[in-house]
């Protein structure tokens, strides 16, 4: 560096109105920056961007769109048993860690997409997404819920250690006649118990349902 800066002070004629150190050396400057690059610099150069042309692309990450929210039950909105289970567990759950959206509203669709499973499935056994990548069904999914509960519903959670075909055969027993036992509506209950919307993820859709029934 100190070499070539010497070269320049010998072989370049400064303009005479650079009077000043501060002018001298901006011109210096320019002068450094603006000669031409060598040939094996050039050369190195051209190398590199071969390099970077011919590089594998990295693998894509698939992204997990940033709105989608943990810990979301997806149920059954208009059943009479699955509303009282989500009634149950918003009163014991203190700490507000779980949230809920009915299967019936646009709202659930991205949690569908994300857990590879369609509406059918779900009014069978419901879903439970606990994180990105992480969801669970039946059984498993009631278990799952009730450890996020405070003491004593999260020892219920315990249970994981039956086996999974024997709790949700149990599950899917009750599941198929709960219309029949228990009734169900029109539309999701929770609108009828409004004071618990602020617990749900897809309230506004809910809400504007419900003004646009009235009108």
Known sequence: MVGTMLMLLRNAKAPCC????????SYLMQRLYSTPRSSSAAADLAGERILLTDSPPSPVTPVIPSLLQPRVVVYDGVCHLCHGGVKWVINADKHRKIKFCCLQ????EP???????????????????????VYHRASTAALK???????????????????????DAVYDYVAKRRYDWFGKEEDCLVLQEQEMLERFIDREELLERSRSDVL
Not at 18 to 25: E, T
Not at 105 to 108: C, G, R, W
Not at 145 to 167: D, E, G, H, N, Q
Request: include cysteine.
């Open 111 to 133: 949690y569908l997409r994300l857990c590879n499973v369609d509406r059918e499935d779900v009014l069978h056994r419901f879903l439970f997404v606990e994180g990105p990548g």
């Open 105 to 108: 509203s646009q709202a659930a």
């Open 18 to 25: 650079l009077s000043s150190s501060a002018a001298f050396s």
């Open 145 to 167: 819920v009730m450890s996020y509960l405070p003491l004593p519903y999260s020892a219920l959670s315990t249970l994981l250690i039956v086996p999974r075909p024997l709790r």
